[in-house]
């Protein structure tokens, strides 16, 4: 059992960055694959970037590729999501995921967080 808590979510200009992180609990959290999905009103969810086991394996969406960056220290039991040059179109209710393999798809993702809001203005 893997229990997911966000944070750093918040109201930031166009162009701004933010830091968000996950914290996790569970003895075998460090086995998971962890991914973060984000929803924007009216739309289904959609995957933004995940990250394998040692760290070494990552993958993006093209939309997020270049401006975001995914982290995780296994020792602080945390993954992080550090997002640069926001835009509008990324205002959403970001989700962390822990999950059995890296994948882009939300089915492959057995545990998630309540989410954190991150808002845009342009």
């Known amino acids: 059992q893997v229990q997911l808590v966000e944070s750093g979510g918040g109201l930031v200009q166009a162009g701004g960055s933010l830091r968000l992180s996950c914290a996790a609990s569970?003895?075998?959290?460090?086995?998971?694959?962890m991914g973060w999905f984000r929803q924007a009103p009216g739309k289904e969810r959609e995957f933004v970037a995940a990250?394998?086991?040692?760290?070494?394996?990552?993958a993006y969406a093209d939309s997020v590729k270049g401006r975001f960056t995914i982290s995780r220290d296994n020792a602080k039991n945390t993954v992080y999501l550090q997002l640069n040059s926001l835009n509008s179109v990324d205002t959403a209710v970001y989700y962390c995921?822990?999950?059995?393999?890296?994948?882009?798809?939300?089915?492959?993702?057995?545990?998630w967080g309540q989410g954190t809001q991150v808002t845009v203005s342009s």
């Open positions: 995921a822990a999950g059995g393999i890296l994948s882009v798809r939300a089915a492959s993702y057995g545990y």
């Open positions: 569970g003895r075998t959290w460090s086995s998971y694959v």
């Open positions: 990250i394998g086991l040692s760290a070494s394996t990552t």
